[in-house]
């Protein structure tokens, strides 16, 4: 419904979409203006940090378009409209996220795999057919990381109430953590999100497998191939989450 809604006005949703691509392409440019005065970052050139900021920014940008709604949840339960959602035979989850479903963050999903694709022609790594497969796989991966938190999030909704921020800190702010490499971070942060978060997981690790960089935590290197296997669990655990939060539910009591 809200897809067909979006597109009744295709001009009006054109220029929503190329506004939120430009958007989005503002971050990669205050990268790009940052590499105009050092030539290599964290020891990352300007095409392996775009490659970090692609991976990271299509997986961040399919969960967005996917389940970025599910940060009005919060909303949702102080002014108790959630109980319409409950009467309905389509599981709650699949509401809260199809709810003002924005088809307009299309343009950060093609802004980042542009960057990706441009960070590609110019990375310097010897191709090879894991290191393809590894590639394809980051980012569906990396979505599912994502959306996790999100999920998790909005279960933790039903007892904060107005957890939205908290939710972003992780989503939001995880995306634009990722986008730099994890040596310019100090090293409490990165097992942070490696052993607490596993934000890591969305890009870092497999990304220094493909670059062939040195993992700055000296993990094994099976880690850098678990991602799709961290993303299962985490999803599980959220699930379990939503769960949770979804029973303890007690409405507003009017």
Do not use: K
């Amino acid at each position: 419904m809200w897809v067909r809604s979006t597109l009744a006005y295709r001009t009006s949703f054109v220029m929503m979409a190329i506004g939120n691509l430009l958007v989005s392409g503002l971050e990669f440019a205050s990268i790009a203006i940052m590499f105009s005065h050092v030539g290599v970052l964290g020891g990352f050139t300007l095409p392996e940090v775009a490659f970090l900021y692609g991976t990271t920014g299509a997986a961040f940008g399919i969960t967005e378009l996917l389940m970025g709604s599910t940060q009005r949840l919060g909303a949702r339960v102080r002014d108790g409209t959630l109980d319409t959602l409950l009467v309905r035979p389509v599981p709650v989850l699949a509401q809260v996220a199809a709810d003002r479903f924005a088809l307009r963050r299309v343009g950060r999903i093609v802004q980042s795999l542009a960057v990706l694709g441009w960070s590609l022609t110019l990375v310097e790594v010897d191709w090879t057919l894991w290191r393809v497969a590894l590639v394809a796989v980051m980012v569906p991966s990396g979505a599912a990381i994502f959306g996790a938190l999100l999920v998790a999030g909005a279960a933790f909704q039903f007892w904060a109430l107005d957890a939205a921020e908290v939710q972003n800190a992780f989503t939001y702010g995880g995306n634009t953590l990722l986008q730099y490499p994890p040596t310019v971070f100090a090293g409490e942060l990165v097992r942070g999100v490696t052993f607490v978060v596993p934000l890591a997981f969305v890009n870092w690790l497999p990304a220094l497998r493909v670059l062939g960089r040195d993992d700055p935590l000296g993990l094994p290197g099976w880690a850098d191939f678990a991602s799709p296997a961290v993303a299962l669990v985490c999803c599980a655990l959220a699930g379990l989450a939503w769960r949770a939060g979804l029973r303890g539910y007690r409405s507003t009591g009017s």
